[in-house]
Each structure stands twice: as structure tokens, then as C-alpha cells.
């Protein structure tokens, strides 16, 4: 069973900047997708950045520019970069693991259990 623990949020000014990790229990090979999603109060859970098996990554248009994503498969762990980041920002950040099928469906899927970032003056 995979599990995945996140680190790394908390309150921080507008502009600031925060580095989250999340580390998996159980092993997540190289070919998992992982990214990192986040949830605001009264909106759906959204994609921020996404790794993929082969290195690729996708961003958010909201985030581009500001943030950037790495893993070390060795470990089994990936970090998200926030930077100047805004009041809009602020949300649950969840870490996510999965597999995709070719049609682009996640058969496969592990969820953190999210760390808070809150941007506030």
C-alpha cells in the first residue's frame, strides 16, 4: 500500500515563497505520474504541476512562471518550488501518484492527505 505524506505549507506574505515535499511509503515506480494538486474553499480540486514518468511536465496557466516541480525517484520523493506567490494561492495542496492509461484515465491513484498553504498580509 503506497502512501503519501505532504510538508512544507503554512502562512506566507504575498510574494513569498514555500517549498513543498511529499514523501511516499511504499514504492512509487519511475513510471507514476506525480504532481501536485490543490483545492480552495468552495472550488474543485485543480492540477498545479504534474511530472510525469519521462520527465515531462505540465503547469497550470495560473502558476506558470512561479512554480516548479522535481522528484528523485531514488527516493520517492517530490518537491514543489512556490514562488511570489499570491492571495489567490492560497488552498490545500494535495500530492498525487498515479498511473494513466492510454485513453489518459488514472487506473492507478494515491492521494495525500493535503498541507495548507494560506498567502495573507
Known amino acids: 500500500q503506497v502512501q503519501l505524506e505532504e510538508s512544507g505549507g503554512g502562512l506566507v506574505q504575498p510574494g513569498g515563497s514555500l517549498r513543498l515535499s511529499c514523501e511516499a511509503s511504499?514504492?512509487?515506480?519511475?513510471?507514476?505520474?506525480m504532481g501536485w494538486y490543490r483545492q480552495a474553499p468552495g472550488q474543485q480540486r485543480a492540477l498545479v504541476a504534474r511530472i510525469r514518468g519521462d520527465g515531462s511536465t505540465d503547469y497550470a496557466d495560473s502558476v506558470k512562471g512561479r512554480v516548479a516541480i522535481s522528484r528523485d525517484n531514488a527516493k520517492d520523493t517530490l518537491v514543489l518550488l512556490l514562488s511570489r506567490l499570491k492571495f489567490e494561492d492560497t488552498a490545500v495542496y494535495y500530492c498525487?501518484?498515479?498511473?494513466?492509461?492510454?485513453?489518459?484515465?488514472?487506473?492507478?491513484?494515491?492521494w495525500g492527505q493535503g498541507t495548507q498553504v494560506t498567502v495573507s498580509s
Open positions: 498525487h501518484a498515479g498511473l494513466q492509461s492510454p485513453s489518459g484515465v488514472y487506473f492507478r491513484e494515491y
Open positions: 511504499g514504492r512509487i515506480f519511475s513510471t507514476y505520474d
